[in-house]
């Protein structure tokens, strides 16, 4: 069957993916006492998947010829169309996949540097750790390919699943355990309220296929308004708000985010952030895109409660990780601005600028909690702001290190962080809502008061008693030292010159909108 | 409706059925209460299923959650089951505030979905054949299939390394 081995191309990144983590579990009971080559094999198969998805990219681009030289076929397979479908409908991989599959290899690259003094003292859960990553992983390739309801709720659920568990992995720990219970709670609620969701939409259009929902939707015409899409397209809106931790769906965040490890915690507030908005950014703007009035007035009020409150409530936080877990409930916020750009507007500009803030943040967000790894791991740290006071002393780089993060955060020029939130807020301009932009600039404002309180802490405070005490267990840690610097290299490099990241983003985009 | 032999009384008894033995798994002070009780609603939904014509996903339903998953769970409340057989529930101080959220929600669904018509359900015919449903499985919706069996082995390790404690060796 020629269209079955299209098909398993169309997936390829996934399949190595899935495939490597299939090897870490494998490798883990053969390898004995060398575990510290499990995080090696999970980087490697990120790479691989992450060259599989950019040879296909320039493929389809007609741009190069890597393709050919890996497996002789050349453009036969992709024929240098725009994306390809695979399993009847049920996936297309097209250019957005691409974009996010590169990411979303990023984002595991740097999440397994970033662990690797945490797990060294756990060397025995090694080969759970980097496989339950890399399942969750292949979880986020799912969301993103996912062109039908039943395949994006089962990526969905193998993003969330092992999730719960690795934020649950310091066993002996009280707060790792509540987090565990807490998201695991309120994960599997949210996924019964977006499966019921997935249900009514099916009910209302007869179709799993977005496509299909699509044509179905606009043959109704007026009648498609009804109550059922309404209900269904809420229900939606609520299940893919919890897993961004959108207010008033944020309740877990904060103890769960502190809680897990902080390796992890960097994971889930940027990772599967990305992998629900990749995902449902597809189901909405594909499935939905005749019925943007009402998902785009559900995500609005979701927009304007997350904003505000996020950052109102990092506002008082004097606990690192917790004031960085309620900014990032603000950032999903200002990604929600994307999304209601594209609806209300049906242009991709607010979608890429999704795309390209998701790349800015992972660099800026998972650099922010690198330093915290990086401190930890260098000396007694409980997260707390009076303990990173005098920093710029005692520890200058790691001082420049998070200035640099917090800055970038905040939204200051030129650092990556501007041109995100720029892109963000000129989408939601254009399409006509310019008063959420302002809600927007002014929640960033008040942003900058607790980024800034960080800066001004380390450089303009003196340190505390036993702050240059180092730890008796601090390691070499290289690969957090390595993880951070990347990330700073992005925040920088990215800020400076933004454009290669942004022509990646609007070309994602091309295929989504109206295509 | 689908189907076509569809009867609205016996699927509101089973619907009854089913919501008052979903009540008896959260409302019961005796976990293996609450666990007999969530057998029933498993028995519940597999006559749910009957009713659609889907024998098959009806037998299904009854050996896999009421015959296996049930024995699991009690096997796992048994052995568990350390000191005292009494169990507060989770959440009990905010009754107050979610029962009448939880109201509202029904209601104001009830009052939306009874409006508007399911235009999308048709006729379809749900009474498969091992055969048509296995061709289904292992053609067109192959790829969540075989993405289920990742979500199952993520769940499977997953319990494994929740069960075990920290620096216990294997």
Known sequence: MADANNSVLVILPGIVIACTALLVFMADTFVGRRKEILPWIAAAGLVAAAAVAAAQWLDVDELGSLWDLVTGRGSAVFGGREGEAGFAGMVALDKFAFYCTLLFCVIGVLTIMLSDAYMKKRRDAMGEFYGLLLLVIAGMFGMAVSTDLIALFIAFELMSLPTYVLAGFLRGDVRSGEAAVKYFVNGAFSSAVLVFGLALLYAASGQTNYAGIAEAMSGLGADAESGLTVVALVFVAVGFGFKIAAVPFHGWAPDVYEGAPTPVTAFMSVGIKAGAFVGFLKLFTIAAVGLGDIWTAALTVLAVLTMVVGNALALPQRNLKRMLAYSSIAHAGYLLLGLIATGASLDSAGSSAVLFYLGAYTFMNIGAFGILVWIRNRRAFRYGLDEVAGLARTMPWTAIGMALFMVSLTGIPPLVGFWGKFYLFTAIVDAGMTWLAIVAVVMSAVSAYYYLRVVWYLYFREAPEGAEVVADDAGPALGSAVAVTLAALGVLALGLYPSPLISAAQGALRVLIGG | ?170
């Open chain 2, 1 to 170: 409706m689908p189907g076509g032999d569809f009867h609205p009384f016996f699927f509101v008894v089973i619907a009854a059925w089913i919501l008052i033995c979903g009540l008896g798994v959260v409302l019961f002070r005796k976990i293996v209460y609450s666990a007999v009780s969530m057998v029933f609603c498993f028995l519940g939904v597999a006559m749910a299923y009957a009713l659609l014509n889907a024998e098959l996903v009806a037998i299904i339903q009854i050996l896999v959650y009421v015959g296996a998953i049930s024995v699991v769970i009690l096997f796992a409340i048994m052995l568990t089951e350390v000191q005292g057989d009494q169990f507060t529930l989770f959440f009990n101080r905010q009754t107050v505030f979610a029962a009448p959220v939880a109201v509202a929600t029904c209601v104001i669904l009830a009052v939306m979905l009874v409006s508007s018509e399911m235009t999308g359900v048709g006729e379809a015919s749900l009474n498969l054949s091992v055969r048509e449903l296995s061709e289904l499985l292992f053609n067109r919706y192959v790829f969540p299939f075989e993405l289920v069996s990742l979500v199952l082995l993520g769940a499977m390790i997953g319990a494994i390394v929740l069960a075990r404690g920290e620096g216990e060796k294997r």
